[in-house]
């Protein structure tokens, strides 16, 4: 009797734990998660699978005094179990295939050792952590990508999917806020509220909506008037006779990019000017991700690691030709001299923008050190007038607008030394969040308006030789 009363009572217990909703840790979305009941758990009680409402829905659960009649593992409430059970099991397996499943644990454990392996806990940090999975997921998604053509749709899954994983973390950075309360009374009170942090409160919204733009632009492009090439020289006479595509020599190393092709008329007038619309909105796009990177680049603070690589001297970093010039211009003009430069490359401009960024940030630190000397009261009465006399201070808003100048230019520029050092040091997750996700979008929006235009330079070379 005491036996089977005590039965009874571990039973009652393992039924109820059962009836709670097991959630994964991340997202529902993107995580197949099913309790499971270790082996001590299934010496107390006959039913070792999980349960869920349907399970007991159309029979009541025994009370204690039947259970002393049940056989284990014959009762026709412990079968009923286990079939319901087999079919949640099967259920969770349909929501994700073995590999993606896989790749998630996968990812999820990268995300909690921060990426190393050994578990040693010589990993990064999160917020680096966070960052490289952004950028991996994007590699993953659209680094195949080289048309204008709708996203697979089991890539287009999969980037929700898991971008839905990692940007949830935004919704626990909460931060307090001084709220008005009403009391009954009409005495107004003060109080501190959470809510979320004003820079992703602002920021996150709005790259969501320019992802689901960019997605959209992509699915626009589902039956066009014209089709690629792949795989052609830029070199190579099939080129010039199928599409005549304008021979550029940087596209020289990347001869294996798909070459768009149209008809020898041309495009359609509606064909045209839905790819320019969607250029212009791309464009935007880019635009946009770009300004929101670049602002939250600029609130991450400088690493000190980076300031004490500092170079001496701007000028030497610059060199005498362009510190010449932006120091003894009347009206310095960083367009004028970018075309003095003749810069033909890329990796001329990136070198360009890190001598240019860094003797910045020297300029300014000699600058900040030359007034730090100063008495308060001199700095007081110069302060109208000081910065504007100050040699440091000009030389670097000369850098600074020939820095902006740079990457107008060169909007497909990679990012600085500086730009790449405080993603590495950066400890704040939000941050993280957001200058990857800005970054990626930027990326993206960047190459969907070069697809374009290849297209419309490709329909105008055909309009042409028609003429």
């Known amino acids: 009797m005491n036996k089977s009363s005590n039965f009874g009572e571990n039973s009652d217990m393992d039924h109820s734990v059962s009836d709670t909703p097991a959630f994964s840790p991340l997202s529902g979305d993107?995580?197949?998660?099913?309790?499971?009941w270790t082996s001590s758990d299934a010496s107390n009680s006959n039913f070792s699978d999980t349960l869920d409402d349907s399970s007991y829905a159309s029979e009541p659960s025994p009370s204690p005094s039947?259970?002393?009649d049940v056989k284990p593992g014959l009762s026709k409430l412990g079968m009923k179990l286990r079939k319901n059970s087999v079919h949640t099991k099967l259920d969770d397996n349909d929501l994700l295939d073995t590999g993606e499943l896989e790749m998630m644990k996968e990812r999820f454990a990268k995300l909690l050792l921060g990426e190393d392996m050994s578990g040693g806990g010589k990993g990064v940090s999160t917020a680096v952590t966070i960052s490289?999975?952004?950028?991996?997921?994007?590699?993953?998604?659209?680094?195949q990508s080289l048309k204008l053509?709708?996203?697979?749709?089991?890539k287009k899954t999969m980037w929700k999917r898991e971008m839905k994983v990692l940007l949830s973390v935004c919704d626990y950075i909460q931060e307090f806020a001084p709220t008005a309360q009403y009391l009954e009374d009409g005495t107004i009170v003060e109080m501190m509220k959470s809510r979320p942090r004003s820079d992703i409160y602002v920021n996150l919204?709005?790259?969501?909506?320019?992802?689901?733009?960019l997605i959209e632009i992509l699915d626009s492009f589902?039956?066009?008037e014209f089709w690629y090439a792949e795989n052609i020289s830029a070199s190579s006479p099939r080129l010039r006779a199928a599409s005549f595509r304008k021979i550029v020599p940087r596209k020289d190393e990347k001869w294996w990019l798909?070459?768009?092709?149209?008809?020898?008329g041309g495009l359609s007038e509606k064909s045209r000017k839905h790819l320019i619309e969607k250029r212009d909105c791309a464009n935007q796009i880019h635009k946009a991700a770009m300004a929101i990177n670049s602002n939250i680049l600029d609130e991450i603070d400088i690493p000190e690691t980076y300031i004490e690589d500092l170079p001496k001297s701007g000028r030497g970093s610059l060199g005498d030709t362009i510190y010449h010039y932006m120091y003894t211009a009347d009206k310095f003009s960083p367009d004028q001299l970018l075309d003095c430069l003749k810069i033909s490359s890329e990796h001329e401009a990136l070198d360009l923008a890190d001598r240019v960024e860094s003797s910045m940030y020297t300029w300014r630190r000699k600058a900040c050190l030359s007034h730090s000397k100063s008495s308060w009261k001199e700095v007081k009465d110069l302060m109208d007038d000081t910065d504007w006399?100050?040699?440091?201070?000009?030389?670097a808003d000369r850098a600074e607008a020939l820095l902006f100048c740079l990457k107008q230019r060169y909007p497909e520029l990679s990012q600085t030394s500086l730009d790449t050092c405080k993603i590495q040091y950066n400890r704040d997750v939000g941050k993280a969040v957001l200058e990857s996700y800005s970054r990626v979008l930027e990326g993206l929006a960047f190459n969907i308006v070069a697809w374009i235009e290849d297209v419309l330079y490709v329909d105008n070379s055909m309009r042409n030789r028609e003429v």
């Open 205 to 213: 919204p709005a790259l969501q909506k320019l992802d689901t733009m």
């Open 149 to 154: 053509e709708p996203l697979k749709l089991e």
């Open 389 to 395: 006399k100050d040699k440091n201070y000009i030389l």
């Open 132 to 143: 490289n999975a952004i950028t991996n997921l994007y590699a993953t998604v659209f680094g």
């Open 66 to 68: 039947q259970w002393r």
């Open 258 to 264: 798909p070459v768009p092709c149209v008809l020898p």
């Open 30 to 36: 993107s995580f197949g998660y099913c309790r499971v």
């Open 222 to 224: 589902e039956d066009t």
